[in-house]
């Protein structure tokens, strides 16, 4: 495992060990004693990050994409004590604040939006540094807000709104490397999500559903910032699943990676989802299948080849991408242990596999309203798909936007519950011929919102069965949520709403047991941490999501709090007097 | 054998390129009295004159209902996605187009050239002039009684109406060369007699293809494009053939001072060799050419302790075993925009 620190920088970590031992030690309480700068984690922490609860060192909480805290001092007993104990402004508002911050030893990592890229002590909400990425003058592809970033071996990584990939240093927010993807002005592609760091690799997906673009998944030395290799999402010449695709469109379309795989270290597999093929709506000029976009796809993270692909969404007309996070649960019911990976389609299905092979165990629909498809085949393959024809309107349940979006689900352990998001939104597509060049917007068309047939819009959080899709129960959302589920050892689902309300859920029953009002939606991941015994519950604030812009659309009351109201970070805790003597957890 | 076959592909997927956009602008043609009206009024001034000329003074063979439901379906396909404009002008991530006080000036500007710092692309390569005068139509139609009005009874101080991103320093004029015209060049030249003379498409696609993970973009840019750790390529059009050339297969022969190689040693020991980027008090950046696509790594000047010169290009010299003499003339031709014979090297 690579732990070497780049040596220019051994010097500097030294004396500020030294700093830190003499700052600590002269400190009567340790409380708000300036933490222990990382230089950390190490791959061996990070891929047994369960093992410390007191953290959340990757995108997903761990490896596996579960978002579940170990944490219990906040518990259902007492969440209603729980209290704002400070709060940090990325001073951008434009994008708001949609990404997963990351906690290591006392120390927040937060992506704002524009990249701007933030240390802040986690315990208090001092800022300890800031770097913002200089973009240059052009036009954004995408959102102005970034879902994250990935901090390991001392180094904070991130993508940017013009594609490239930067290494800072975690301790003083100096760049140490800088490489670009690809040329934004060439691919109309950028990232937008948070890297993963894979053993001596940093693997970065990127964005590009909706341009002319073929897509990929990169590796880079975590260390040097050399390119290590390429997967496309699309099989070139010669490549098994190029004849899913016309010559004309496998080099434009699309099938980005515009979120954050998993990774399992038994199996040593790399998960990706795979979004929707360009152009979304429009078909005809690309017959097929068209692998693998709309697919969950394996990957050799050493190598970056292919070990089996699974395929949601044949020939997708409806832009619905599997792009969405992959659960790994390891799911045991009557002695009989299975290692699943559970996914959420866009298209409101969410499909269970068996996560060594690829191989179709499960699938169930997540919302309500659906009229893509008729039902799945004996592999899972849709059946009785509802044709999009051109330059005719097509009423399809869920929409575009999705059966949920990138909001993420979260998985409870210790209840063997996963809980997802649903959106009872449709939509009218209309798909149009138009023509195809290089780095250009793709949608084929376009589609107008709409609420379901016969009942108004509306949205819920659901506890389910991860095998069978069994629902437990059911909380209906104000308005739809946006923001990522966040699970706790304490029994209690965390999300906040578009309306501005963080809230807190029973994970049993799903009755709402808390809720504070922030005052600006959100579509960012709340996570928990503790530092010094002190459990904390962070909940980004501020839309600035591409997706905030039709919720006015079904819940008027929700349009001056989206889409650019904030982005804040609020962090709540148990007042002190409720936390005295109950310093078990974390360190 | 395999370069040949290479090139003898590109070559056919280059026509194959060609002819569509040949096909394109010929239906584009077939709208060309709206084509020439709206050319002749753009065409002048980037901001254009007031597009009630368009409605009232410009021969018209399109009634307005016409122009904006022609609009609408551009919108449809281009602005409407949930993630941009939405709908009818509204309900989208992006700002509401209904109900606001746009001039068809500043929509037009804005639609072409795009607003630089936000997600609004510009349209000026996907939609033709009159796609885009449709489509100023159609989102002005959205703001009924206030955008009219205005459109009609303001004929037009410039800056007034630009949104504070645009007030700025005025963009160059450039009467845009018909893009058609220069399609049609490029395709006759192409089937001209392709053995003896490099094809500028293949050349392209050596440069910018996508499907290459290592090309020329990945350092150089071209014509706004590409990467920034050698030189801007855009001004080789003007040298001999012969010069670009060398070069390419040289590039050892000639180097320009801003991209001399460096070799930094830091205070650890370990050495980094590449192209100067930038510098400041404290940090030096160095593009490490020993990997590409190249990285850029910042070093604390105080963790410098040596830095030298090279007499060498940090652009690989292998080109001229790399590349097949037909693809080296495609590059060349493709540099100089033009079909360059193997004559014009030798």
């Given at each position: 495992m690579w732990r070497r620190i780049a040596a220019e920088h051994r010097f500097r970590l030294r004396l500020y060990t030294f700093i830190s031992f003499v700052l600590i030690a002269s400190a009567a309480s340790a409380a708000s004693a300036l933490p222990a700068y990382a230089q950390e984690p190490s791959w061996e922490r990070l891929i047994n990050s369960d093992r410390e609860p007191q953290n959340w060192m990757s995108y997903g909480g761990n490896y596996a994409a579960h978002r579940f805290s170990a944490l219990d001092q906040i518990n259902r007993e007492n969440v209603r004590q729980l209290t704002p104990v400070w709060m940090f402004h990325t001073g951008e508002l434009q994008g708001g604040l949609n990404s997963t911050p990351i906690v290591v030893d006392g120390v927040m990592y937060l992506m704002g939006p524009m990249n701007r890229v933030f240390a802040i002590n986690a315990a208090t909400g001092e800022k300890l540094w800031s770097y913002v990425y200089k973009l240059p003058q052009m036009s954004i592809p995408y959102q102005r807000g970034s879902r994250g970033l990935a901090v390991a071996y001392g180094r904070v990584y991130f993508g940017t709104l013009d594609n490239h990939v930067v290494a800072l240093d975690?301790?003083?927010?100096?760049?140490?490397w800088d490489v670009e993807v690809e040329d934004v002005r060439q691919c109309g592609c950028n990232i937008t999500s948070a890297p993963l760091v894979v053993k001596d690799k940093v693997i970065v997906g990127g964005t590009g559903g909706e341009h002319a673009h073929r897509g990929y998944l990169n590796a880079y030395d975590a260390k040097t910032g050399k390119h290590v290799w390429r997967f496309y999402t699309i099989p070139g010449p010669g490549e098994p699943g190029y004849e899913t695709w016309s010559e004309k469109m496998w080099k434009y379309g699309g099938a980005p990676t515009w979120l954050v795989g998993s990774y399992d270290p038994e199996l040593n597999l790399l998960y990706w989802g795979v979004g929707n093929p360009s152009s979304d709506f429009y078909d005809e000029f690309r017959p097929g299948d068209n692998l693998y976009s709309d697919s969950i796809i394996a990957l050799d993270p050493d190598t970056g080849k292919l070990k089996w692909y699974y395929q949601e969404v044949p020939h997708d007309m409806y832009d619905f991408d599997s792009a969405y996070e992959c659960a790994l649960i390891d799911y045991e019911k009557d002695g009989r242990k299975q290692k699943l990976l559970v996914h959420a389609n866009k298209g409101g299905m969410t499909w269970t596999l068996d996560r060594a092979t690829g191989k179709y165990v499960n699938a169930w629909p997540h919302v309500d309203n659906l009229t893509w498809l008729k039902g799945v085949d004996k592999n899972g393959r849709p059946v009785g798909m509802q044709p999009v024809p051109p330059d005719k309107e097509t009423f399809v349940c869920p929409s575009a936007a999705g059966g949920r979006n990138y909001g993420h689900s979260a998985y409870n352990p210790r209840i063997g519950w996963w809980y997802n998001i649903g959106w009872e939104i449709c939509n009218v597509i209309r798909p149009q011929k138009l023509e195809v060049k290089e780095g250009q917007p793709l949608f084929g068309g376009g589609m107008e919102m709409k609420p379901p047939k016969d009942k108004p819009a509306y949205g819920h959080i659901n506890a389910f069965d991860p095998l069978t899709g069994e629902r437990k129960w059911r909380y209906n959302t104000t308005g739809i949520n946006v923001a990522s589920l966040l699970a706790t050892g304490g029994g209690l689902i965390f999300s906040g709403d578009v309306m501005g309300a963080a809230f807190a859920l029973d994970a049993r029953t799903g009755q709402k047991l808390w809720s504070f009002n922030t005052g600006a939606g959100m579509s960012g991941s709340p996570i928990s941490y503790s530092v010094n015994g002190q459990q904390y519950v962070a909940i980004p604030t501020g839309m600035g999501s591409l997706l905030s812009g039709f919720v006015p659309l079904f819940w008027p009351e929700s349009a001056h709090k989206i889409p650019e109201a904030a982005s804040t970070l609020v962090v709540f805790a148990l007042p002190e007097t409720s936390v005295k003597g109950a310093a078990s957890n974390g360190k | 054998m395999e370069s040949r076959s290479r090139s003898a592909k590109g070559a056919a997927r280059a026509i194959a390129v060609l002819f569509l956009p040949f096909v394109l602008c010929l239906s584009s043609f077939g709208l060309s009295p709206d084509r020439f009206a709206i050319a002749s009024v753009v065409g002048a001034d980037p901001r254009v004159r007031p597009y009630v000329e368009l409605q009232t003074s410009a021969a018209q063979p399109q009634s307005s209902e016409i122009q904006v439901e022609a609009g609408k379906r551009v919108y449809l396909g281009s602005c409407s996605m949930t993630y941009c404009h939405g709908a009818g002008g509204m309900g989208g991530g992006g700002p509401k187009l209904r109900d606001r006080e746009f001039t068809a000036e500043y929509l037009t500007h804005l639609i072409t050239e795009g607003i630089p710092g936000t997600s609004m692309p510009a349209f000026k390569d996907s939609l033709s002039r009159p796609q885009v005068a449709q489509l100023v139509a159609y989102v002005l139609s959205l703001s009924p009684k206030k955008g009219a009005a205005k459109a009609k009874s303001d004929p037009q101080p410039q800056d007034q109406t630009l949104g504070p991103h645009l007030s700025g320093e005025a963009p160059k004029t450039e009467p845009a060369p018909s893009p058609a015209s220069e399609r049609v060049k490029s395709d006759v030249a192409v089937n001209d007699s392709f053995d003896i003379h490099g094809d500028v498409e293949a050349g392209r696609a050596l440069f910018f293809d996508s499907a290459e993970i290592q090309n020329c973009r990945v350092c150089h840019t071209l014509q706004n494009r590409g990467g920034r750790v050698g030189p801007d390529l855009t001004g080789l059009a003007g040298k001999p053939p012969r010069e670009i050339l060398r070069s390419i297969v040289a590039p050892h022969a000639a180097i320009e001072e801003r991209y001399a190689t460096i070799t930094i040693t830091t205070r650890a020991g370990e050495k980094f060799t590449g192209v100067k980027r930038d510098e400041n008090e404290t940090t030096i950046r160095l593009y490490d050419t020993s990997t590409l696509p190249p990285v850029s790594r910042a070093f604390l000047k105080s963790d410098v302790v040596k830095t030298e010169r090279l007499n060498t290009s940090a652009m690989p010299a292998d080109y001229a075993s790399k590349y097949s003499l037909k693809q080296l003339l495609d590059l060349v031709s493709f540099l100089k925009s033009a079909n360059v014979s193997l004559k014009d090297l030798f």
């Open positions: 975690a301790k003083t927010g100096s760049e140490i | -």
